[in-house]
């Protein structure tokens, strides 16, 4: 990415604003596309694999969240407590650049829908929202791609941990502005302690933590409980171990990691010592991915889930959220309530909605 630094001259006070990119810029995926004769080839056989699996029958729901006397944006990220509170973890705010500006809230909503409270004001980390996810401990944590961290609140609202560090400012300008410098390596290979535009977290029942990293590095890592980093995994590319935008990551009960390879169009699946074991395709391309004790549900941003065996097997597809004035970045965050429920979050429309699957009923 190449950052130009502009000054202006306003009311006699100079001001640094970041001209002609953006630190974080949409690629081809995020719009709800991906071109080249590969992809096109990926894309048409990916419509025949549907044509030939049933399409599951589904009741949408368009969740009634409102916030007194302010307004949600786009729902990056989406996950529930153990009392069925709903989180959202949004790209809302007065400014919008990750860089200066903030477009990151995260919101909380009871049990009937009704808005709670805004969770972690006025935080350092809260830049670029882009996942929150709830522990088996009701520990809540987001992990913000504009900042680069993932931060760990108890119940209360108390930051316990956190992960990672926000690039100083400064460092960009003088880098940037004085020293004229441009990032010419647009994948990079991570170091220990910092991430690269990360994308969602994990864990296995041990409480390790897996975290997907993400934009800029190619990986995923594993950090122990009491947060030393343990190790990372992954360049990019499309061979082995390695990825091309890990976009989410999930677990289960039965310590397997899966990694959402959204560049890749398929799900990557590891062991807790982050050994490979397989590899799921036929799910477009996978932006969110969870498990739940029957089925593997994938997401792609054009709207699509795609409901597998725990054995990687498609079993059926739904379109979601048509209709709405939109065409791509459909689903951001999936979140399982259930078997049969998700709640899904997007970067396109700003709601947030419950999909129900209607059990047994397909259509071809």
């Not at 029958?57 to 006397?69: K, N, Q, R, W, Y």
């Not at 400012?169 to 990360?198: H, Q, S, W």
């Not at 390790?208 to 950090?223: A, L, Q």
């Not at 959220?321 to 791509?328: A, D, I, V």
């Amino acid at each position: 990415m190449t950052r130009t630094l502009g000054v202006l001259a306003v009311g006699g006070v100079v001001a640094l604003a970041f001209v002609g990119s953006q630190q974080r810029p949409v690629d081809a995926q995020e719009r709800g596309g991906r071109g080249g004769a590969a992809a096109a080839e990926a894309r048409a056989k990916q419509e025949a694999l549907e044509k030939a699996t049933p399409k599951l029958t589904i009741a949408e729901d368009i969740l009634a969240l409102s916030i007194p006397e302010h307004t949600m944006g786009e729902t990056e990220g989406v996950s529930m407590n153990s009392k069925g509170h709903l989180f959202v973890y949004s790209r809302t705010g007065k400014g919008g650049s990750a860089r200066g500006g903030t477009a990151a809230e995260l919101f909380e909503f009871d049990q009937n829908l009704k808005f709670v409270k805004l969770w972690a004001p006025d935080n350092y980390a809260a830049s670029f929202a882009h996942s929150v996810r709830i522990d088996k401990y009701d520990n809540v944590w987001f992990v913000d791609e504009g900042s680069g961290m993932v931060v760990k609140m108890d119940p209360n609202g108390v930051v316990k941990m956190t992960l990672g560090r926000k690039p100083e400012a400064i460092d960009y300008l003088e880098r940037f502005l004085e020293r004229a410098e441009k990032d010419t390596e647009r994948y990079t290979v991570g170091t220990m302690g910092t991430f690269n535009r990360p994308t969602d977290v994990t864990w296995d029942a041990q409480d390790n933590i897996y975290v997907s990293d993400g934009y800029g590095n190619s990986r995923f890592v594993k950090i122990a409980k009491d947060g030393t980093w343990v190790k990372a995994l992954g360049t990019h590319g499309s061979g082995a171990d390695q990825f091309s935008t890990p976009h989410g990551i999930a677990s289960d009960m039965q310590g397997n990691i899966y990694v959402a390879d959204r560049g890749n169009n398929r799900i990557q699946v590891y062991d807790t010592n982050m050994t490979f074991k397989a590899s799921y395709t036929g799910v477009g391309a996978p932006w969110s991915v969870q498990v739940t004790p029957k089925y593997i549900y994938s997401g792609d941003g054009t709207g699509k889930i795609y409901r597998l065996d725990h054995s990687g097997k498609l079993l059926g597809w739904t379109q979601t959220s048509l209709g709405q004035g939109q065409t791509g970045c459909l689903i951001h965050e999936l979140h399982a309530v259930s078997d049969n429920v998700l709640i899904k979050g997007a970067c396109s429309v700003w709601n947030v909605e419950r999909i129900t699957f209607k059990d047994g009923a397909a259509t071809h």
